[in-house]
C-alpha cells in the first residue's frame, strides 16, 4: 500500500499545482517541494527500517524473490494484467534517490522558473512519479506504462523551459527513448506470447516471466529487445547522442533529473530485467557489452575534454561514469555489481551537483560557454570549493563516493576480462583531463568580466545564498557519507546481488 | 580512541575549521589553527617515538581499525591505520619538518588574500600523507596517495589568477595520475593473486605463493613502481616537478621536497617483499634511479631560476632513493630520505626568503651579494646546501650518501655501472650547489634586499640547519664509528642488506674526491674564472648543449608534440561527435523520402482519380 | 388465323447486358480521366453510375427478383443528391477560380 501511497503522492500533488497555479502560483512551488519531501521522509524511514536489520532472511528457495515491501493488484484479469508493486534493496536505494534529487531539482527551479509554474512543476512532479513508479513496477505492463509516464512529461519540460535549442533537443529526446522503447515493447510482448503458449496462461507479471525459457535463438532476440531501450536510456555509446543536447538544453532541475535519475533506470533495466530474465544469453553477449562499456567510458571522457559548453562537458562526463556501469553490470560478479549500485548512487549525487552548479552560473552569467568564463572563484569562493568537491568526485578521488564505485567495479571485472579492465583504468587518466580542464577554465585563471551578470547588492558577482547552499551541501554531504560509509548500502543489495 | 587517531585527526580538524569558516577568523587565529594542529601532532608524533625508541623492540607495531569502510564478497577494507617503525619515520618527518613549515609560513603567507585557504590546504596535505603512511591497507593508502594529489594541485595552483600556475598544477596532477593508475593497475593483480589488500598480510603471504621472478610478480612490482615514479618524479614522469614550482615556497619546501614526491620511495620500502621477489624490477628500479639522478644532475647545473635548480635537484636526489632502493639498500634509502627532508626543505625555505627578500626575484644571476645583507639565511642556506653536497663528515648528507653509495658498489645487487653513476651525480650535485651559493650570496649585489626576514621565518630556518647537520650522526659508516641507530630502528620492518665484500674505504675515498672535486669546479668557474662562462655561453655547440640541459634534456617538448597536441587536435576535431552526423545523415534522409513522396500530392484531380483507379485494379487482381 | 401471333422475342442474355455495362462504364471511367472540363467529368460519373444500375437490372432479371430494380431507385436516388452537391460545388468552384478546367485546380497541392 506504501508503495502507491509514494507514487501518488507525487502524480497527485501534480495534478494540485497545475490547479493551484491557477489560482495563486506563489503557492505552487511549496506543494510541490511539501509532496516531494513527504515521499523523501517515507522512503528515508524505509530505508533506516531495512537497513537496521528488517531484512528478510533467503531462507527459502533461491528462485523465490524475496520482496521487501509487496503489493498487488489486479488490474485488467483478462489480459494477466495486474497493479504489482514491489520493492527490494536495490529499488528502495533508487527509489530514495529519486525523491532525494527530485526535492533537489525543485529548489534549484525556485527562483529559474518563473512562466507557467503550475504545469512546469505537474510535469516535473509526474516524471518523478514515472521513474519511481519504473524502479517499482513488477508487472511488465505497469512497468512499460510508468516509462512512457516518465517520457512524456520530461519531453514537454525541455520543449517548454528549455535553453535556445530546445526544440531540437527534446525532439532528439523524445524520438531516441520512444525508439528504444517500442522495441522493448515488442519483446515485452513476445515474452508474454512465449509464456502463454508454454502453457502458465497469459501474464505479464515478473515472477511468472521470469521463469518463462524462451528457444536460446529467440532468447537473444528478445534481449537484443530490452537491451536497445536501456541501452539507449544508460546511455550505451552508439546510441549517446540525444544526452549531450538534452542535458544542455533542459532547464536546471530536468539536467538533474535526466542526469541523476533517468540513465539510472536504463541501468535498472539491465540489473532487474536482463540478467535475471537470460542469463544465458547475457553471458553470451558479455564480452561485446564490456567492451562497450569500455568505449563509453574512454569516448565520453575524450569527448567531454573538447567541449565547450559547460554542460555539455558535464553531460559528456555522464556518458563516461554509465561506461563504468555498463562494464559492472556485465561483469557479473557480486562485487562489480556493488560497484555498479554504488556507482548508481554516486553519479547521481554528483553529477546532479555539478548540473546545479552549471545551472547556478547559468544564472548569474547567462551563457554556458566556457570561454566566457574564468576566474570565478574570485568572486564566488564557496561555489568554486562545491565545485571542485564534485569535480574530485567525477574524476574519482578516495573518500567521496565515485571512487570506491569504480573501485569495486573495476576489481570486480579485473578476473572477467584483465585487457578491457586495464583500458578502462586509463579512464581514469581522461575523466581527470577533462575534470581539471573544467575546473581551470571556469574557476581559475583571470577573472573575466562577462557581457550581462546577475549582479548582487555589491555589484560583484553573487555568492551562493541559502537555497543554494542547501543544495550544494545536502548533494555535498551525500557524497562524503557514501564515500566514508558504504557499507550500509552494500548490505542492503548484498543479498539480491548473490542471487544475480 | 586510540592515540594514533589523533595525530592525523588533528590536522583534519584544521582543514575542516578553516575551510568552512576560515573567512570569518582573523589573521592570528587562522595562523593558530593552521600551525597549532600540526605542531600538536608533531608533538604527538614525538612522543609515540620516544615510547618506541624506549621500548627497544624493532619490531613492534601499533594498529587501530576506526570502522569498516567498504566490504563487498571476498573483499574487506576497514579504515585500518598500522604504524610501525618505518611510518614513524616518515610521520615524525611529516609532522615535525611540516610543523616547522607551517610556522615559517604564517609569517611568509601572512600579506596574502587566501591565508586561510592556503593554511586548510596544507593540513589537509598533512593529514592525507599521514594517512598514506599509517595506512594498514593498500586501498586507505591509495586514498592518501589520491589526497597528497589532490592537495598538490591545489596548492601549485594556489595564485589561480595567472594561467600558468593553473596549467603547472594540472600538469602535475595529470602526470601523477598516470602513475596512480599504474598503482591501482598493480592492485588489481595483486588482489586477484592474494585475495587481500591488508599490507601485513600481503607481505606475509607474498614469498609462499609467488614464484621468484615469475612474470606475475614482475608485473605487479613494475605497475607499484610506475606508481611510484609517478609521484616521485622519476624518469620518465619527472616534467611536472620543475613546473610544480610555481607554488609557494613553502608548498614547495612541504610538498615537492620533504614529503609528498617522498610516498614513492615510501610505497617501494614498504612493499619490499614483493621487490625482492622479483630482481627484474630491483634491477629496473636501480636503472631508473640512476638514470634521474643523473638527467636532472645535469638539469640542475644550468637553470637559472633558484627554485628550479632546487626542483631538479630533488628529482636527482630521489633518483638516489631509488638506487638505493634497486640494489637492496632499503634503510639507506630511508637514511637519505630522512636527511633529505631536513635539507632540502630548509633550501626552499631560505630560498622563498631570499626571493621575497629581493620582491620576488627568481633568477640567481641577478641576486648576489647577500652574504652580509641576509646573514642568518647565507648560514642556514649554506649549511643545506654543504648537506646536498654532501660535505664529508660535518654534515646529514654526507653520511646517507655515503651509505648508498657504498651500497651500490657492495650490495648484492649493485654492480660498478650504478656506482660510478652515483659518483658521477655526486659531483654534478656538489658542482651546482657551490654554484648556488656563490651566485646568489657572493659576489656583487645586483638587486637591492626591500625586505629583511622576521623571527618566524629565520627560526624555523635555524633549526633546519641544525638538524642538516646533526641528523646524520646517526649512522656512521662502519669502518669510522660503529654507531647504527637508524637502521637498527628500522631493522624489525626492513630486511638489512646483503653485500658482497665488507671493505668501504676505497668507494668512500672516491666519493670524498668527487664531493670536493665538484665544489672545487665550482668555485673555480663561478669565482676564479667566470670569463670561461662566457666563453662556452657564446660558443655554438655549448649553448645549444646548455639550452638542451636548461630544458630538462627536452622531454617538455617530446611530451608536447607527440602526446599533447595530437591529443587535443583529434578530441577537438571530433568536438561534435562523428555519431551525430550518423543520425543527421538518418534524419536527413527521412526528409528526403518525405520530399519525395509528397511529389504525388500534387493537387490535381485527374492524377488521383487514376489512383485510385490503379489501386482498385490492384486489389481485384489480388483478389482474383 | 397468323396475323394474331406474338412475335417470339428470345429472352435477352444477362451476359450480354453485363457487357454492355462495363462497356458504359469504361467509357465513363475513360471520360473521368480524360476530360478537362468539371461538368464533363461529373456527367462521365453519372454515365459510370447508370452502367452500376444496368448491371443491377440486369443481375435482377437474370434471378427474376426485384432487388435488382429496388438497387437501380437507389442508385437513381443517391447520383440525384450527388449531382445537386456536385453542381453546387461546380458553381462555387466557377465563382471563386474563374475557371472550369481540372488541371488549374491544384491549389491542395503539397508545396
Known sequence: MILIEMIGILLGGGILCWLTAGWNSAYVKWIAMTAVAADLLIAAVLFAHFSAGGMPQTATAPTAMS?????????????????????????????????????????????EIKERQGFYYFNLLWTLGGIAGVFLATDLFLFYFFWEVMLVPMYLLILLWGDSNRRYAAYKFFLFTQAGGLLMLLSILAL??????????????????????????VARWILMGFLAAFAVKLPVVPFHNWLPDAHSEAPTAGSLILAGLLLKTGAYGMIRFILPFFPQASAAIAPWAMG???????YGALLAFAQTDLKRLIA?????????????????????????????????????????????????????????????????????????????????????????????????????????????????????????????????????????????????????????????????????????????IIDMIKEQMLRL | MNELAFIPALPLLGFLVLSLGGRSLSRNAVACVGAGSVCIAAGLTITLCVQYLQGGNAARVDEWVAWRWFASGPLAVPVGFRVDALSLVFMFIITFVGALIHLYSTAFMRDDRGYARFFACMNLFVCAMLILVMAGNLVLLYLGWEGVGLCSYLLIG???????????????????????????????LLFRELGTFDIAGILQASPGHFAAASPIITAIALLFLAGGMGKSAQLPLQTWLPDAMAGPSPVSALIHAATMVTAGVY??????????????????????????LLVAGC??????????????????????????LGVGAWSAAIFHFFTHAFFKALLFLAAGAVIEALHHEHNVFRMGGLRHRLPIVYWTFLAGAASLAALPLVTAGFFSKDQILGYALSAEDGNAVLWLSGIAGALITAFYSTRLILVVFWGEAKTPVTRVPGRWITVPLIILAFFSITAGFLEWPRDLLDVQLFSGLLRGVLPATTTRYQGEGGAQLTAVIATLAGIFTGFQLYYRRPALLQRWRRGRLTAAGRQFLLDGWKFDVVYDRFIVRPFVYLTRVNRSDLFDSLYGALVRAMQEGNRQLSRTQNGSLRWYAVGVLVGMLYIIALLL | MRSNKKKYMPPVNSHTVLVVAAILFALGLCGVLTRKNVLFILISIEIMLNAAGLAFVAAGAKWRQPDGQAMFLFILAMAAAEVSVGLALVMQIYHQHKTMDVGDLNKLKDE
Request: with cysteine; charged share 10%.
Open chain 1, 67 to 111: 520482496w521487501l515491501v509487496d503489493y498487488r493488484r489486479s488490474w485488467i484479469p483478462s489480459l494477466g494484467v495486474s497493479l504489482h508493486l514491489s520493492m527490494d534493496g536495490l529499488s528502495l536505494l533508487l527509489v530514495l534517490l529519486t525523491f532525494f534529487l527530485g526535492l533537489l531539482s525543485v529548489l534549484s527551479s525556485w527562483r
Open chain 1, 192 to 217: 508474454y506470447f512465449i509464456h502463454g503458449q508454454q502453457g502458465g496462461g497469459y501474464s505479464f507479471d515478473y515472477s511468472d516471466l521470469l521463469h518463462t525459457t524462451p528457444p536460446p535463438a
Open chain 1, 292 to 298: 562497450f562499456g569500455v568505449i563509453g567510458i574512454l
Open chain 1, 316 to 488: 559528456y562526463t555522464s556518458v563516461s561514469h554509465m561506461g563504468f556501469v555498463l562494464l559492472g553490470i556485465f561483469a557479473m560478479r557480486e562485487m562489480a555489481l556493488h560497484g555498479v549500485v554504488l556507482q548508481l548512487l554516486a553519479h547521481g549525487i554528483s553529477t546532479g551537483a555539478l548540473f546545479a552548479v552549471a545551472g547556478m552560473i547559468k544564472q548569474r552569467l547567462h551563457t554556458r560557454d566556457i570561454g566566457q568564463m574564468g576566474g570565478l572563484w574570485k568572486a564566488m569562493p564557496s561555489m568554486g570549493g562545491m565545485a571542485m568537491i564534485f569535480a574530485m568526485a567525477s574524476l574519482g578521488l578516495p573518500l567521496l563516493g565515485n571512487f570506491i564505485a569504480e573501485f569495486l567495479v573495476l576489481l570486480g571485472a579485473f578476473p572477467q576480462h584483465v585487457t578491457l579492465v586495464v583500458i578502462a583504468s586509463t579512464g581514469l587518466v581522461f575523466s581527470a583531463l577533462y575534470s581539471l580542464r573544467m575546473m581551470t577554465k571556469v574557476f581559475f585563471g583571470p577573472a573575466v568580466a562577462p557581457a550581462a551578470v546577475d549582479i548582487g547588492g555589491s555589484g560583484a558577482l553573487r555568492d551562493m545564498d541559502g537555497r543554494e547552499w542547501l543544495i550544494l551541501g545536502l548533494l555535498c554531504i551525500g557524497i562524503v557519507l557514501l564515500g566514508l560509509f558504504p557499507q550500509p
Open chain 2, 158 to 188: 594556489f595564485w589561480y589568477e595567472t594561467p600558468a600556475n593553473c596549467a603547472a598544477a594540472n600538469k602535475a596532477f595529470l602526470i601523477t595520475r598516470i602513475g596512480d593508475t599504474a598503482l591501482l593497475i598493480g592492485m588489481f
Open chain 2, 267 to 292: 610505497l617501494i620500502a614498504r612493499m619490499h617483499v614483493l621487490f625482492q621477489l622479483s630482481p627484474a624490477a630491483m634491477t629496473v628500479t636501480a636503472l631508473i634511479g640512476a638514470l634521474t
Open chain 2, 299 to 324: 638539469s640542475a647545473m644550468v637553470q637559472t631560476d633558484i627554485k628550479r635548480i632546487l626542483a631538479y635537484s630533488t628529482i636527482s636526489q630521489l633518483g638516489y632513493m631509488f638506487l638505493a
